[in-house]
């Protein structure tokens, strides 16, 4: 029997893609379907932690449920608070680390390395500078004399969030800076030349040249920073656990807590598919613009 | 309109890495100089400083009389065609070439006027909408070239525009350059180490080697009176012919032959002789002098044979000549004659020209 080169190829291709398409099938789509079953149960203390089918329950309690709301907004404030901070300044960061000046290299390196410190360890350390006690941001405060009292940081709502948005900022700022990094170091200097030559600013270079032309790499950041920190959980769970009175809990959080402290596997089922599902939505939404805008620059279809 | 003076240019980079060691010239309106020679010679290095891209280290740029050493690229009023073309990738053709104007303020109504009346020029019409990924090398360079034109500069400013193309392209786009320019009554300074394009296209060419100005005129006088042994073998190919000969009495020894050294020298112990291949012809029973040699090596260039010949009582000088392909010869031994007043004579030591004509150079 003869086959032409296309069917080969194609039959070739389906089984590089197979070993992949089993790992994924395994680790993602096989928990994923497993919950969305395990949602349709009511299975915690009250049934004596046997599954009783309870069809879309969970869900319509969802609804009802203040607490899952409030964790939902936690996580959003968290989430773009993060998202743009860490932008701004991770822009900024790249822009130096691009110019050519002496020890660059070795400031890249030590750059990168508060997001390569685990989180768990940062987590311990930002607690202790937030300490109302013994904490160095109060004791430098009160030194220069802007504040009388110490703050309890991580004892009130709004300061809480605060403390939890800066040490995560701190943690991965220097992600986000070398992965724009990258992309500016792909941006041939012909072209600022040329922009300056027609009369162009370095705000004017920045806004016509850098901005567009780093766009791509900017919704990966975006895109890899917002799964991350609406899924954020360590960070918060060891600096305040979701406190005080669940001003930092995150969807994460709250998700833990259900099942692991409430033994609630029913409704924790129910709230990692929702969670799940609102990711995927933002995911596809920010793939679909990025492959708009390759489009764009590229002009290639 | 303007007029591009450079005098004593010097950009030191370190004291190792001097690009351009002191370099004046002049370009007027309409004048199409070409800054010629090898690589790294410092060529665009000049082109940057005049563009403001780079700061010289010492002297001065003025245009059209006003000093503009210390003004930024965008005050001066110039456009320049980069090797890479420099096009911005995620705009159309027509803002690539509008971006220039835009930033200058250019009324929108007069931004469409220019380029409209540009890519008809260029035959850019049907691709405006498109972005630079989507055109040939052919069309990005077109672009680039519209891109400057539409900006109607004081200075144009182009470093090596063609060497992206392939040959066939580049002759087409050769030939219209030149067109393009001699409609532009603007001093254009243009980059290159390829002679045949400082040939053909310039009014003035300027060879440059380690940064230093080696000779300025017009390109046929460049050829013919090469002011150094550098310009001599840098210019026209087949290179030409540099041997260094000894002396006696009047006469500069090659071989068996004994060339009589022009008129008014006092004769050196050595003496180089240079002459192109393109003037080395077979002698005529008429001819007085020539000389006897052995072809090691023939070449065939299609309209023309080149032969290496080692010369009798010289063997280890090797003389080429280009010789038309339907002239018979034969290899064991040809003679050749070099006409007298084609045969060029520079210093052993400092490679200077030593004809006389070269002290007062002609523009
Ligand atoms: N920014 C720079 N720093 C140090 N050396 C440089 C720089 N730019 C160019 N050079 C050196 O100057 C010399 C001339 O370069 P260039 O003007 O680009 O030569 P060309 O265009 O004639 O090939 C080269 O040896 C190059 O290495
Ligand atoms: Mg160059």
Known sequence: ?301 | MAKLELSHLNKTYSPKIIPVKDVSLDVDDGEFLTLLGPSGCGKSTILRLIAGLEQPTRGEIRIDGKNVTQHSPGDRNIAMVFQSYALYPHMTVYDNMASGLKLKRVSSEEIRRRIEQVSLFLGLGNLMQRKPGQLSGGQRQRVALGRALVRQPDVFLLDEPLSNLDALLREQVRAELKQIFESQNTPVVYVTHDQTEAMTLSTKVAVLSNGDLQQLDPPRRIYTHPANRFVAGFVGSPQMNLLDLKCEGKFAILGNYKIPLPGRMTPPPEITLGVRPEHVRLAEPSDTHTLQGKVILKENLGMSDLLSVKVKGAENQTLRALLPSDRPWSAEEVTLALPPDLIHWFDVETGDRLTSENLQPVY
């Open chain 1, 1 to 301: 029997m003869t086959t032409t080169i296309r069917e080969r190829e194609r039959r070739t291709g389906w089984m590089l893609i197979i070993p992949a398409m089993l790992v994924l099938a395994f680790v993602y789509a096989y928990p994923i379907a497993r919950s969305f079953w395990l949602s349709l149960f009511t299975e915690n203390l009250g049934t004596q932690l046997q599954p009783v089918f309870s069809g879309l329950n969970n869900y319509g309690r969802m609804i009802q449920d203040g607490r899952f709301w409030q964790t939902i907004a936690n996580t959003m404030v968290f989430t773009i608070s993060t998202l743009v901070l860490e932008l701004i300044l991770g822009m900024g960061i790249a822009l130096v680390l691009n110019q050519a000046f002496k020890g660059r290299g070795a400031v890249r390196t030590i750059a990168i390395i508060p997001w390569a410190l685990p989180t768990a360890l940062i987590a311990t350390t930002w607690a202790w500078i937030f300490n109302d006690q013994f904490g160095v941001v109060n004791d430098i405060l009160l030194r220069l004399g802007i504040i009388d009292t110490g703050i309890n940081w991580l004892g009130n709502p709004a300061p809480a969030m605060l403390s939890v948005i800066i040490a995560d900022v701190w943690k991965t700022t220097s992600f986000v800076a070398i992965l724009l990094l990258a992309g500016l170091q792909s941006i041939s200097n012909d072209l600022y030349e040329a922009h300056s030559i027609d009369g162009a600013s370095p705000w004017q270079s920045f806004r016509q040249i850098t901005l567009p032309l780093l766009m791509p790499q900017i919704l990966i950041a975006s895109l890899f920073r917002f799964a991350q920190a609406f899924g954020i959980f360590d960070l918060i769970q060891v600096m305040t656990g979701g406190g005080p009175g669940g001003a930092t809990e995150t969807v994460s959080i709250y998700i833990y807590a259900t099942v692991m402290r409430y033994l609630d596997f029913g409704y924790g089922a129910a709230l990692v598919v929702v969670t799940f599902v609102l990711l995927v939505a933002v995911v596809a939404l920010a793939a679909f613009f990025l492959s708009k805008l390759r489009t764009a620059t590229t002009g290639d279809a």
